[in-house]
């Protein structure tokens, strides 16, 4: 007995030392962004003409649209990154807590996206000290590692900007969040073709035809947890926005199993937006990838107004 419970006692200390472990690595591959981070964070949803998915300005030319820009070229943590080698380990759930809103699709030029509406309790994007996800009835939100973050928008990329050992998916849908602090984290879904999928089909179906329309439907609402696989493991690492000024300290967790859209669905997405929107795999330099090692499911509540 003697023998077993020193056994326990070292089991437990590892289990232990590996959590404190894989904290610590979180904490420091979370960056704190300049305080300019919300001009940047909508920097690729204008529709602004200066940069593009093709010829001059494309992603080879993002770096050289001026100095605002200039890490989409010279930076060291830059997404997207191709998911070959990584380290397993056990991370954290991601907690989702997303809510019904009204549709507000934009279509920007680059992709379409859902803007998230504001409640009065959110009043900015940024949740206040000491706020949990109980003072946001009406946001949605997640939880990760301890930190509240708020939905700002969700977008789509076709074909998926992150690859699986250099294999791209159709699709590629991007939740883009951020929390007190100014970090952003941004929860990626990859999309393969398979079955029709509902929810998908009401999003394009509300999706404007034309380069700076807006579709608002406030009969209708959008609740993005639909969108979501039933598993909830991912990768995780620091890495940058995917659009000039391609700014850096984004956490990116991205969701191991894919969903399912078809391929008529595919289709109609690109025709939508009229060119393909992805940019090219980034070198990982120095950085490395975490992995959930183990199948889990996330807590996931999904609340009707």
């Not at 019904?100 to 992709?111: E, I, R, S, Y």
């Not at 493991?233 to 300290?249: A, K, N, Q, V």
């Not at 969903?259 to 490395?288: C, M, W, Y």
Request: with cysteine; charged share 20%; net charge negative.
């Amino acid at each position: 007995m003697e023998t077993f419970s020193l056994q326990s006692t070292a089991i437990a200390d590892t289990l232990l030392l590996n959590r404190a472990l894989t904290r610590m690595v979180i904490r420091i591959i979370v960056i704190t962004l300049a305080l300019s981070l919300p001009a940047c964070l909508h920097a690729g949803e204008t529709g602004h003409s200066t940069w593009g998915y093709d010829g001059d300005h494309g992603p080879l030319h993002w770096g050289k649209l001026g100095p605002e820009s200039s890490l989409c070229e010279k930076g060291m943590n830059q997404s997207p990154i191709d998911l070959l080698r990584t380290r397993k380990t056990t991370l954290d759930d991601i907690q989702f807590s997303y809510r019904d809103a009204p549709f507000h699709v934009v279509n920007n030029g680059h992709t379409l996206q859902e803007v998230e509406p504001l409640s009065e309790t959110a009043k900015s994007r940024y949740p206040k000290h000491g706020q949990t996800v109980l003072h946001f009835d009406k946001d949605s939100t997640i939880v990760f590692d301890e930190d509240l973050y708020l939905l700002e928008q969700f977008h789509f990329h076709t074909p998926s900007e992150h690859t699986v050992d250099h294999k791209h998916y159709p699709m590629e849908l991007h939740l883009v969040h951020h929390n007190e602090r100014h970090e952003v984290a941004v929860v990626a879904v990859f999309m393969e073709e398979g079955k029709h999928n509902p929810f998908f089909e009401t999003f394009l179906e509300h999706a404007p035809t034309k380069v700076g329309e807006v579709m608002d439907d406030h009969n209708h609402s959008v609740n993005p947890i639909t969108l979501l696989p039933e598993r909830r493991s991912y990768y995780l690492y620091s890495g940058s926005f995917t659009t000039p000024p391609c700014s850096e300290g984004v956490i990116w967790m991205i969701l191991h199993d894919p969903i399912e859209v078809s391929a008529e669905q595919i289709q109609k997405f690109r025709a939508l937006v009229g060119h393909d929107n992805v940019r090219p795999t980034q070198p990982l330099h120095k950085r490395f990838v975490l992995e959930t090692n183990f199948a889990n499911t996330n807590t996931t509540t999904a609340t009707k107004k």
